[in-house]
T-cell receptor, first 112, second 117 residues
Framework: GEDVEQSLFLSVREGDSSVINCTYT??????LYWYKQEPGAGLQLLTY?????DMKQDQRLTVLLNKKDKHLSLRIADTQTGDSAIYFC????????????FGTGTRLQVTL | GAVVSQHPSRVICKSGTSVKIECRSL??????MFWYRQFPKQSLMLMAT?????????EQGVEKDKFLINHASLTLSTLTVTSAHPEDSSFYIC?????????????FGPGTRLTVL
């Protein structure tokens, strides 16, 4: 099976950049995703990257993909208190009807 | 974006009773929906894939007779936890697959917190 790992916790000051890291094991995944989960809520898709891309930028979000090392990162520029949440990376499972394997989740705490 | 609702958002029941959770795609049709379970401070665990008009596909280790899934229409899937026990207490999240656009995207419901006493 696939294991997708993330660090458990990250604390940053408001206005600083946050970098959340993810390592995955299935090199044949087509898409990799970043989701945000606020307390007691479902998941919100933030962004995704196709496996043949190295980088994708979307406003304050930058996704970097290193396929050789199976490493994915999400950078949030100018982090705000509203960014405090749990962030999950996820990889698509090849050959399935868009099934996903989720990472362990990183809790981002933004302090003033 | 596409909206997925779940009902109820929170339910408390006695041990031995059955609980039904609904997942609806409000503004798109979804032939495929997914049911996840999330324990406190943990990741989402896929329980089953719900397919409209056919039987659900369960992940390894998930009891299909315990967690009954029905996907009778293109906008509704239900998960029934039968004879619930305290160990079934969890946060259950559904998602609906939207196949329009560039990628197949899962849109998630807000989740249902089940507490079994």
């Amino acid at each position: 099976g696939e294991d997708v790992e993330q660090s458990l916790f990250l604390s940053v000051r408001e206005g600083d950049s946050s970098v959340i890291n993810c390592t995955y094991t299935d090199s044949s995944s087509t898409y990799l995703y970043w989701y945000k989960q606020e307390p007691g809520a479902g998941l919100q898709l933030l962004t995704y990257i196709f496996s043949n891309m190295d980088m994708k930028q979307d406003q304050r979000l930058t996704v970097l993909l290193n396929k050789k090392d199976k490493h994915l990162s999400l950078r949030i520029a100018d982090t705000q208190t509203g960014d405090s949440a749990i962030y999950f990376c996820a990889e698509s499972i090849p050959g399935t009807a868009s099934k996903l394997t989720f990472g362990t989740g990183t809790r981002l705490q933004v302090t003033l | 974006g596409a909206v997925v609702s779940q009902h109820p958002s929170r339910v408390i029941c006695k041990s031995g009773t059955s609980v039904k959770i609904e997942c609806r795609s409000l503004d798109f049709q979804a032939t495929t929906m997914f049911w996840y379970r999330q324990f406190p401070k943990q990741s989402l665990m896929l329980m089953a894939t719900s397919n409209e008009g056919s039987k659900a596909t369960y992940e390894q280790g998930v009891e299909k007779d315990k967690f009954l899934i029905n996907h009778a229409s293109l906008t509704l899937s239900t998960l029934t936890v039968t004879s619930a026990h305290p160990e079934d207490s969890s946060f259950y999240i559904c998602s609906a697959l939207n196949k329009t656009g560039g990628i197949n995207e899962q849109f998630f419901g807000p989740g249902t917190r089940l507490t079994v006493l």
